[in-house]
């Protein structure tokens, strides 16, 4: 049943799935096909999926869980579907080419500070300063067996601050996970999507705020903008980040920072009011 289901996908992807599922034991793993690769069998990358997602879920900071679980889940389909969306765009097939990488090394994070105010190389570097982070902190992708897909996956990872960077959501979880579910519906890599059950350890304001004020426009952006695999961050170092949202077709997130700063005034000022009347009361 199983080999009359596979013969009725399409060739490429009948391909993708005999080269991602092949079965060998640990004593007889597959040369690698790129420096770094780890060939895994179906009970491997079964085990690392289900592995990575609990304990990411449990410890959110591991970014080497997050990145597992982003490679295992991610074949035999999903990432040859964006390096097919890659290929569809003259930019991406230029980007394939190229093979540009973002690291300390092609970013220099001196002279993106020195840039216009609003361009999307300043809000990079700004993101990274506030994250105390560099472009090196990415994981070098080693489970996706295709060399080409794996140089996609690790395009992917490199530009996730940039995803910040163009959106411009805040820091604080409710945007996090806005990105992440953004990022779902453009790529459609289940990690993405997977990233989401972290809302059960979100506080109810929290949640609510997820739920009715960010969710909506990051499925909506996310499924009506351009891919932003395809996008060559490093030739749009100094272009206006509004500019580079339109020319994308996202539209800027809701701000909600001003109505947190608010909500944390009011519980503020009623906390002092409760203490005063508890000081009043026992006098």
Not at 28 to 34: A, E, F, L, M, V
Request: proline share 6%; glycine share 6%.
């Amino acid at each position: 049943m199983a080999t009359k289901t596979l013969l009725l996908l399409p060739p490429a992807f009948r391909l993708n799935i005999a080269t991602t599922t092949r079965a060998f034991s640990v004593l007889s793993r597959p040369s690698p096909n790129y420096k770094g690769h780890v060939p895994l069998n179906l009970f491997e990358r079964g085990t690392l999926v289900a592995g990575s997602a609990i304990l990411s879920l449990i410890n959110p900071k591991r970014a080497d869980l997050i990145a597992t679980l982003g490679e295992t889940t991610a074949t035999p389909y999903f990432i040859y579907r964006l390096r097919d969306a890659m290929l569809s765009s003259p930019t991406g097939r230029r980007i394939l080419r190229d093979r540009p990488r973002i690291t300390s090394r092609t970013m220099s994070v001196e002279k993106l500070r020195a840039m216009p105010e609003n361009s999307l190389g300043r809000a990079y570097v700004g993101w990274l300063d506030r994250e105390g982070v560099s472009p090196d902190t990415r994981d070098t992708v080693k489970y996706i067996d295709d060399e080409e897909c794996a140089y996609v996956m690790q395009r992917y990872r490199e530009s996730h601050d940039f995803y910040h960077a163009l959106t411009g959501l805040p820091v604080f979880i409710e945007g996090e996970l806005a990105l992440k579910a953004f990022e779902f519906a453009n790529t459609l890599l289940p990690m993405t999507g997977l990233s989401l059950f972290a809302v059960t350890r979100m506080k109810p304001a929290e949640r609510q705020r997820l739920w009715s004020t960010y969710l909506p426009w990051a499925l909506s952006n996310g499924v009506k903008g351009k891919e932003i695999i395809s996008v060559y961050w490093e030739e749009h170092l100094e272009t206006d980040v509004n500019a580079l949202r339109d020319e994308l077709g996202i539209e800027a997130p809701p701000d909600l920072r001003q109505k947190r700063k608010t909500i944390r005034e009011q519980q503020k000022a009623a906390k002092v009011k409760r203490e005063k009347m508890e000081g009043l009361m026992a006098d």
